[in-house]
């Protein structure tokens, strides 16, 4: 079906309910095409299994896009406990599902704890409901983003319907990415199991293929603001593409003259033709709207070398490798991500700590000197930097390689090399 035709199909879904907890009309053509919007994604990133989101907003009156027995479940929890507008439930697609729902079974004490910087974001972890039940759901909602119910689903929510699919998006990456960790632990350590083993090897069998970089985009150095806006736009819808960052995670930058062109926060980085942000290198002002909280970085590359392209993605594997550290008894663990003393890298690419943002821990003061050395740099927990000098041809094919890199590396430290 085509992205039009499946808009339409799910469009079409918002129909007035006669039953309790059944589905009633989202008020509005600009509700319904939001709500639309993010169910299609969902759909479209293999983040959710096709026919099995539900989203809108709970309470006596509940609006929904579909009926669903969940409705009643959701409609019915205390007042309070939604906290937000919009609440989104799905099945996750796989590799996800297997990932989450192997870590819902075995969480001590029903919470799955990630260390990725998704997870400290936004989530701060992920709590497991014992069944789909309002007492249940309840009990682990109220203060929480996000719970994982074992077989059945993840339950989401935002203040909207963009926001409930981030953290749905968030949950997805956080669940993958500990479960890959968790697993390359347990093999080293010689305690993979008998349903790690088996759940592993389904999973495996469900990885897309690496991501591969075909050259073409737009060649600079850019001269004006039209051809960096589209250079930005093309590269954005390539990196989604590619698999190497959830459309709302990364960001992207370009710097021309005085000024710097980067993607806006919480912006889609496949919808970056009207989200961008122009700012002032000299002043710091900001023209277009709120920059990515990756701006102290972007700006410290702008100021200290001579790249004008910059990229920060979130590829799966090298979010994974870039936590695989086999020190022992180190004074650092549990604040890797601030402050690590101990050189790491991959290939040559220097790991380094750092925040989102700047102050003391911030990733402005430990990507911009390694990015020099390598134009790239690894963040611990954060995905990638790349760079280069005129346009982002290099600078994608550079985080593609080293996307591809990590997961060659994963396997072969898995003792499965040819699964990579």
Not at 322 to 349: K, Y
Not at 377 to 382: D, K, M
């Given at each position: 079906m085509?992205?039009?035709?499946?808009?339409?199909?799910?469009?079409?879904?918002y129909?007035?309910?006669?039953?309790?907890?059944?589905?009633?009309?989202i008020?509005?053509?600009?509700?319904q095409?939001?709500?639309?919007k993010?169910?299609?994604?969902?759909y479209?990133?293999?983040?959710?299994?096709?026919?099995?989101?539900?989203?809108?907003?709970p309470?006596?009156?509940?609006?929904?896009n579909?009926?669903?027995?969940?409705c009643?479940?959701?409609?019915?929890?205390?007042?309070?406990?939604?906290?937000?507008n919009?609440?989104?439930?799905?099945?996750?697609?796989?590799?996800?599902a297997t990932?989450?729902?192997?870590?819902?079974?075995?969480?001590p004490?029903?919470?799955?704890?990630?260390?990725?910087?998704?997870?400290?974001?936004?989530?701060?972890?992920?709590?497991?409901?014992?069944?789909?039940?309002?007492?249940?759901?309840?009990?682990?909602?109220?203060?929480?983003?996000?719970?994982?119910?074992?077989?059945?689903?993840?339950?989401?929510?935002?203040?909207?319907?963009?926001?409930?699919?981030?953290?749905?998006?968030?949950?997805?990456?956080?669940?993958?990415?500990k479960?890959?960790?968790?697993?390359?632990?347990?093999?080293?350590?010689?305690?993979?199991?008998?349903?790690?083993?088996?759940?592993?090897?389904?999973?495996?069998?469900?990885?897309?293929?690496?991501?591969v970089?075909?050259?073409?985009?737009?060649?600079?150095?850019?001269?004006?603001?039209?051809?960096?806006?589209?250079?930005?736009?093309?590269?954005?819808?390539?990196?989604?593409?590619?698999?190497?960052?959830?459309?709302?995670?990364g960001?992207?930058?370009y710097?021309?003259?005085?000024?710097?062109?980067i993607s806006?926060?919480?912006?889609?980085?496949?919808?970056?033709?009207?989200?961008?942000?122009?700012?002032?290198?000299?002043?710091?002002?900001?023209?277009?709207?709120?920059?990515s909280?990756?701006?102290?970085?972007?700006?410290?590359?702008?100021?200290?070398?001579?790249?004008?392209?910059?990229?920060?993605?979130?590829?799966?594997?090298?979010?994974?490798?870039?936590?695989?550290?086999?020190?022992?008894?180190?004074?650092?663990?549990?604040a890797?991500?601030?402050?690590?003393?101990?050189?790491?890298e991959?290939s040559?690419?220097?790991?380094?700590?750092?925040e989102?943002?700047?102050?003391?821990?911030?990733?402005?003061?430990?990507?911009?000197a390694?990015?020099?050395k390598?134009?790239?740099?690894?963040?611990y927990?954060?995905?990638?930097?790349?760079?280069?000098?005129?346009?982002?041809?290099?600078a994608?094919?550079?985080?593609?390689t080293?996307?591809?890199?990590?997961r060659?590396?994963?396997?072969?430290?898995?003792?499965?090399?040819?699964?990579?």
């Amino acid at each position: 079906m085509q992205a039009k035709q499946k808009l339409q199909h799910i469009s079409g879904l918002y129909t007035a309910g006669t039953l309790p907890g059944m589905a009633v009309n989202i008020k509005g053509p600009m509700m319904q095409q939001e709500t639309a919007k993010y169910e299609t994604r969902l759909y479209k990133e293999g983040m959710a299994e096709p026919g099995t989101a539900l989203l809108g907003t709970p309470g006596t009156n509940g609006l929904w896009n579909r009926d669903h027995p969940a409705c009643k479940v959701l409609n019915s929890l205390p007042p309070g406990t939604e906290q937000k507008n919009t609440i989104l439930y799905a099945k996750p697609a796989e590799p996800y599902a297997t990932t989450i729902y192997h870590l819902s079974e075995t969480a001590p004490n029903r919470v799955i704890c990630p260390q990725d910087s998704e997870t400290r974001m936004f989530l701060q972890d992920l709590p497991v409901a014992e069944k789909l039940d309002t007492e249940s759901v309840a009990l682990v909602l109220k203060d929480k983003k996000c719970v994982i119910v074992p077989h059945q689903g993840i339950i989401a929510k935002g203040g909207n319907p963009a926001e409930a699919y981030l953290d749905f998006s968030a949950a997805c990456f956080a669940g993958f990415v500990k479960f890959f960790s968790d697993t390359l632990q347990a093999a080293r350590a010689g305690e993979l199991g008998k349903k790690r083993t088996q759940a592993f090897s389904r999973v495996c069998k469900q990885l897309p293929q690496p991501a591969v970089f075909e050259t073409g985009l737009m060649t600079g150095p850019f001269e004006t603001e039209s051809t960096v806006k589209n250079a930005i736009a093309e590269t954005g819808k390539k990196i989604v593409k590619r698999g190497l960052v959830n459309a709302c995670f990364g960001n992207i930058s370009y710097r021309r003259d005085d000024s710097l062109y980067i993607s806006s926060s919480g912006s889609f980085l496949d919808e970056l033709e009207d989200d961008l942000v122009m700012v002032n290198i000299k002043d710091g002002s900001c023209t277009g709207g709120k920059p990515s909280s990756e701006l102290p970085t972007h700006l410290e590359i702008a100021a200290s070398t001579d790249f004008r392209a910059v990229l920060h993605g979130h590829p799966l594997f090298t979010v994974i490798m870039s936590m695989d550290c086999r020190e022992e008894n180190c004074t650092h663990q549990g604040a890797c991500h601030l402050d690590c003393p101990v050189p790491r890298e991959i290939s040559a690419i220097p790991i380094v700590p750092g925040e989102t943002g700047g102050g003391a821990f911030g990733l402005n003061r430990t990507v911009p000197a390694a990015i020099k050395k390598a134009k790239a740099a690894i963040v611990y927990g954060h995905g990638v930097f790349t760079c280069a000098s005129n346009d982002f041809n290099n600078a994608l094919g550079r985080m593609i390689t080293i996307e591809r890199i990590c997961r060659r590396i994963y396997f072969e430290r898995m003792g499965n090399p040819h699964t990579s």
